[in-house]
């Protein structure tokens, strides 16, 4: 029962100029998807999108609750984000603030709505920044980073489903 | 720009205007065929733009794919879970 893992890209759009917008079809079960967003072991094994390795992932789930999750790059640079859960629909809604430890002025408040129809579910992740220019300087962020990464990691996907 | 009005639910002049500044920034190109306004995207323009947000998204595409994998696994466990006798 090998699923076609490439087709599903996620897509990015800037519906204002302070906001970033991604949205995402994974074929599982809502609970599951809200399930890997929240376990700390579990959000170590996808958070780091291969820019290195995720060593933390505290989650306090609660209104009021704080998280941080921690990765260290391959050069030894230690990247961490926290924020607080301000309001929870379990398998459905996270609205959550996330600072950037780098750049900690640019706060951004982050809703992640979870839709499920037929096994599929929707993940809708909307950034809402302060400013034009943090929300330009979240987006550079992807810049430094190449194709290659991808790459390898589509090969792996392909090949473990070979 | 018929077509353009109704798929946008906006008012002729609206579109126009829109047209307009996009025309004068060199992100659509207009030609006219008999009393028609073909506007059509300009790809070499917009492509910086594309770029941009593209490096962006490929990050998450990452990070979604390796959450696939994690999905798998739970689904896996899910349904041994549930149909422990098989096999």
Redesign the interface.
Known sequence: MATRTSSRTAVVTLPTDTQIKIVREFHAPRPLVYKAWTTPELIKRWWHANRGKATLAEVDLRVGGKWRWVMVTPDGLEVAFHGEYRELIPNEWIVYTEVFEGAPDGEALNTLTLTESGGLTTAIMLMQLKSREDRDAILATGMEDGMQDALDLLEQVAAALA | MTSLVSALDMSQPQVSKHLRVLREVGLVEVREEGRRRIYRLNGERLKPIHD??R??????????????????D??AK?EADGDKDEQ
């Open positions: 941009w947000v490096e962006f998204e490929q990050s998450w595409n990452e990070r979604f794919e390796a959450l696939d994998e994690v999905l798998e739970l689904k899910e």
